[in-house]
């Protein structure tokens, strides 16, 4: 079966400092792997995907996310946070096992940046 | 290009009514599927529709249902309300069932039971 942790509900950290949001994963078999954000009041908005080409994943506004399998991790990063950035982000695998067809999610992790 | 619609995007009911919800996927795709984001539950993924079928559904009891039209557009009806039933659902679509499809959301419609 599926499953995403998401080891933090809340991290909080200074505009201009680094961000890291983790997030361990479980699965059968090869995941895919996604993270989503969702700003107050707003839908969700995907920040990048593993897809299983690339360990090392880029995604939009400066994130990226590294697939390590032996730790079956996929943290997400950011150099510097920028106050835009606070919003919940959400750590999703892919359940396409038997054709399932949907994404199951992480709890989600608040993000804060104070200025 | 536009994105996913949803509508309505507030409403407020009372016990035991009935309520639809309406979807417009991105245009080309085949695939929708719906979710529900109620407090404290997070994100809980409701049903998968693809080419008019249902393929599958989550842990909701049948009063959740739907259909998706020839023109992928989609409907979830929820029956006999339930104070739980207040959440935030989101509709999402993708091109079909491939895991490198990513999903893509809309901006979804907040149920208030009263």
């Known amino acids: 079966a599926q499953s995403v942790t998401q080891l933090d509900s809340h991290v909080s950290v200074s505009e201009g400092t680094p961000v890291l949001l983790r997030c361990n994963y479980s699965?059968?078999?090869?995941?895919?792997l996604f993270w989503y954000v969702q700003h107050p009041n707003k839908g969700l908005q995907l920040l990048l995907k593993?897809?299983?080409?690339?360990?090392l994943v880029k995604g939009i506004n400066g994130f990226e996310a590294e697939f390590k399998k032996s730790e079956t991790s996929f943290h997400l990063t950011k150099p510097s946070a920028h106050m835009s950035d606070a919003a919940e982000y959400f750590c999703?695998?892919?359940?396409?096992?038997?054709?399932?067809?949907?994404?199951?999610f992480g709890k989600g992790t608040k993000l804060s940046v104070k200025p | 290009e536009a994105g996913v619609t949803q509508s309505p995007t507030h409403l407020i009911k009372t016990r035991g009514q009935q309520v639809t919800l309406r979807c417009s996927p991105i245009?080309?795709?085949?695939?929708v599927y719906w979710y529900q984001q109620a407090l404290g539950l997070g994100l809980q993924f409701l049903l998968w529709?693809?080419?008019?079928?249902?393929?599958n559904r989550g842990n909701f009891p049948p009063r959740f249902s739907g259909r998706q039209f020839p023109n992928y557009s989609s409907e979830l009806n929820v029956n006999a309300l339930e104070l739980e039933d207040s959440a935030l659902y989101l509709c999402?679509?993708?091109?079909?069932?491939?895991?490198?499809?990513?999903?893509?959301f809309g901006p979804g419609t907040r149920l208030t039971v009263l």
């Open positions: 999402a679509s993708s091109l079909g069932d491939s895991e490198y499809n990513e999903q893509f």
């Open positions: 699965s059968s078999y090869s995941p895919s």
């Open positions: 593993y897809t299983s080409a690339a360990t």
């Open positions: 999703v695998v892919g359940n396409y096992g038997g054709s399932q067809g949907n994404l199951i």
């Open positions: 245009s080309g795709h085949t695939s």
């Open positions: 529709y693809d080419e008019g079928e249902e393929r």
